[in-house]
Each structure stands twice: as structure tokens, then as C-alpha cells.
């Protein structure tokens, strides 16, 4: 049972990446899903996160317009697709799912966690 998140990469500002995190040895069916990121010498912080119906989503101030969340209908995934990429969005990211979208938003207990995935943006 694990998350993999993969997508990252090194992009120019104003560039576009599109962040993929998938459910191995289960599906996300009734897990809430986030998006964090943890650039250097900061803590870790939620940048989106979406129920686990899809219903409702969440987005940081700082990335609002630009960055959408989803779900795939094949229930192991969810993405997260970012555009007009700006040099503070650089960091490492990484998903998380939890069966309570309330943890994920205010820094609950979090289920499971998948690995980072760097994202780079040059100025």
C-alpha cells in the first residue's frame, strides 16, 4: 500500500507541469487527497487538497488560478496540473490521503503519505 507521486521537473516561470499521485495496492475511493510542498529551510505546507467525492477542493492563496486539482475516474489517481509556474513554487512536493479532508487541511493525523517530487522553476 503506497502513494507514488511523479511529474516534477525543472520548468521556466510561466511554465506548466502536471503532478500525478497514485494509489498502489489500493484505491483512493473514499480518501481525501492533498497536495504539500516543503521548499528549503521552510516547513511543509498544504497547497491543495480535494474530498474524496471530488465535490469540494482546496487551494492556498498563493497558487488560487493556477494550479487545479483532480481526480481520475480510475480511482487510483489524482493530479494536479500548474501553470504559470512562479520561482517561489519551487520545492518538493508531495500527496497525501486520508480518509478525513479535515487532516489534511488543518495538519490532522495523515494516513499515508507518498514520496517527493522535486519542481524546479527557473526565473
Known amino acids: 500500500v503506497q502513494l507514488q507521486a511523479s511529474g516534477g521537473g525543472l520548468v521556466q516561470a510561466g511554465g506548466s507541469l502536471r503532478l500525478s499521485c497514485a494509489a498502489s495496492?489500493?484505491?483512493?475511493?473514499?480518501?481525501?487527497v492533498g497536495w504539500f510542498r516543503q521548499a528549503p529551510g521552510k516547513e511543509r505546507e498544504e497547497v491543495s487538497a480535494?474530498?474524496?467525492?471530488?465535490?469540494?477542493?482546496h487551494y492556498i492563496d498563493s497558487v488560487k488560478g493556477r494550479f487545479t486539482i483532480s481526480r481520475d475516474n480510475d480511482k487510483i489517481t489524482v493530479y494536479l496540473q500548474m501553470n504559470n509556474l512562479k520561482p517561489e513554487d519551487t520545492a518538493v512536493y508531495f500527496c497525501?490521503?486520508?480518509?478525513?479532508?479535515?487532516?489534511?487541511?488543518?495538519?490532522?493525523?495523515?494516513?499515508?503519505w507518498g514520496q517527493g517530487t522535486q519542481v524546479t522553476v527557473s526565473s
Open positions: 497525501a490521503a486520508d480518509p478525513y479532508y479535515s487532516d489534511l487541511l488543518y495538519g490532522g493525523p495523515v494516513e499515508l
Open positions: 480535494i474530498t474524496s467525492n471530488g465535490r469540494s477542493t
Open positions: 495496492g489500493f484505491t483512493l475511493d473514499y480518501y481525501a
